[in-house]
């Protein structure tokens, strides 16, 4: 059974950092990319970006609302993704979520299973 | 960036109603549109992918359509676990963009 677990959520002030996890189980993980996808309180979703399987280079793709601020990166062989979110401004303020894309992204396409999402509150 | 406009952004409808919710692409994707359904409180689940590939699971009373930048999720006959908010993702380019959702509430 796929599961994706995130974690490393919380409170954090603004302009600190916070870096979050998520922990992956029931498949191949390296033959996977993987997203990370935010939800605002009441508000619908927001795409924050992905990082390719080793296979496709690794490489990243982010929004533009993060771009700079945030990063992510693999751990294959602890079938783990990361989100490093610097700079954090009070409108990061979500319910962040990880997914799995692919394994052939124009075929398969994006988000097939998600995590349970965890909660980043930016404020002072 | 793609921008994606669904419609309507709410609606009332009652079991058994045929329902049917639009995404429209800023410019031309393809078929790469995904569909997810949201339930108050929950995960996000996927229904589509590529327009009109049903995820292993999905009632087959969901269906999809489109390409270019015209899209629909149909539901054909609406049950009462089908209530929720649904969103649309084009992942024909960077950065992916979602629409803005459509909410179908019990009539």
């Known amino acids: 059974e796929v599961q994706l677990v995130e974690s490393g959520g919380g409170l954090v002030q603004p302009g600190r950092s916070l870096r979050l996890s998520c922990t992956a189980s029931?498949?191949?993980?390296?033959?996977?990319?993987m997203s990370w996808v935010r939800q605002a309180p009441g508000k619908g979703l927001e795409w924050v970006g992905f990082?390719?399987?080793?296979?496709?280079?690794?490489?990243?793709e982010y929004a533009a609302s993060v771009k700079g601020r945030f990063t992510i990166s693999r751990d294959d062989s602890k079938s783990i993704a990361y989100l490093q979110m610097n700079s954090l401004k009070t409108e990061d303020t979500a319910v962040y979520y990880c997914?799995?894309?692919?394994?052939?992204?124009?075929?398969?396409?994006?988000?097939?299973?998600w995590g349970q999402g965890t909660l980043v509150t930016v404020s002072s | 960036d793609i921008q994606m406009t669904q419609s309507p952004s709410a609606m009332s409808a009652s079991v058994g109603d045929r329902v049917t919710i639009t995404c429209r692409a800023s410019?031309?994707?393809?078929?790469?549109l995904a569909w997810f359904q949201q339930k108050p409180g929950k995960v996000p689940k996927r229904l589509i992918y590529?327009?009109?590939s049903l995820q292993s699971g999905v009632p087959s009373r969901f269906s999809g359509s489109g390409s270019g930048t015209e899209f629909t999720l149909t539901i054909s006959s609406l049950q009462p676990e089908d209530f929720a908010t649904y969103y649309c993702?084009?992942?024909?380019?960077?950065?992916?963009?979602f629409g803005g959702g459509t909410k179908v509430e019990i009539k």
């Open positions: 997914t799995r894309d692919g394994p052939a992204l124009r075929r398969d396409g994006y988000s097939d299973y």
């Open positions: 029931g498949f191949t993980f390296g033959d996977y990319a």
């Open positions: 990082i390719r399987s080793k296979a496709y280079g690794g490489t990243t």
């Open positions: 410019q031309g994707i393809s078929n790469y």
């Open positions: 590529a327009s009109s």
């Open positions: 993702l084009q992942h024909n380019s960077y950065p992916l963009t």
